[in-house]
């Protein structure tokens, strides 16, 4: 995960879509369905924060700065930057000097896939990997959009429902028509000729490393829990909790690796819960305790 500090995984994970629906108050928001758009001035309560969501998001920035972190690196968002985030999980690191303001755009797989099934993409091999997040160009077209968006957010009574919809829409056409904006084209192709058994693995490789439950996990997959488990059976030959359990002790047996990483930093990068959890199951599967386990490979080798 490549976490900035330690510190941050005292903090539960927070699903980022049911906070802001469930909150209009603090979160100005336009809804219709799963649709979801809202406009907020941040901080944050934590500095660090661990943050998930069942569906894809936009957040485009009016002011300030903040950094998103991943398995694949860090994005640093300042003013009038707009990035996609693909559902799941990841880190975000709070800079409170300036205020950070910023626009949300919340649309499942079957709306994205619905607006650009009409239009032509060039074909996206199964096996491309996408990143979770994902940089727009933002161009005069989608600035003047974002600014336009704006007055819908105090306006009563609220936009008409239909009317909310096409505004989705058109941004999700204006940033497809942009030709710089090929990597998200190509996820956004493969959200409509993927197979569903490719989804739910890359799913599971993207967010093994994040402490998520079995009910998280089958909203990402756009399942119910009991056909997550039936599918997850049927692609991986195993439960999704063994699973789960065997590749982040494989992920973090390769973290040990590194002398500079602390035994419960591993740990927590590897989605483990607490430390003593992390330490009976890594002396179940490998016969020592990670310290052991370290010093018997890594300091013995030298």
Known sequence: MGSPTQDFFQYPIYNLYELVRNDPRYFRQLAYDDLLMTEFTCPLENRIQALWAQHNYFVYVMDGKKVWHTQDGAFELTQGSCVFVRKGANLVEQ????QFCVLMFFMPDEFIGETLRPRTFSTVRSGDQHPPVIRVQTDQALAAYMQSMIPYFSRNPKPDKALLELKFRELLLNIADNPKNQEALAYFNSLLHEPAAVSLRKIMEDNFSYNLKLEEYAQLCNRSLSAFKRDFQKIYGTTPGKWLLERRLAHAKLLLMNPNMAVSEVAYDSGFE?????????????????????????????
């Open 95 to 98: 800079f409170f000097d300036p």
């Open 274 to 302: 607490n430390l003593s959890h992390f330490s009976r199951a890594f002396r179940g599967q490998y016969g020592a305790p990670p310290a052991a386990f370290r010093q018997r490979t890594v300091d013995g080798g030298r």
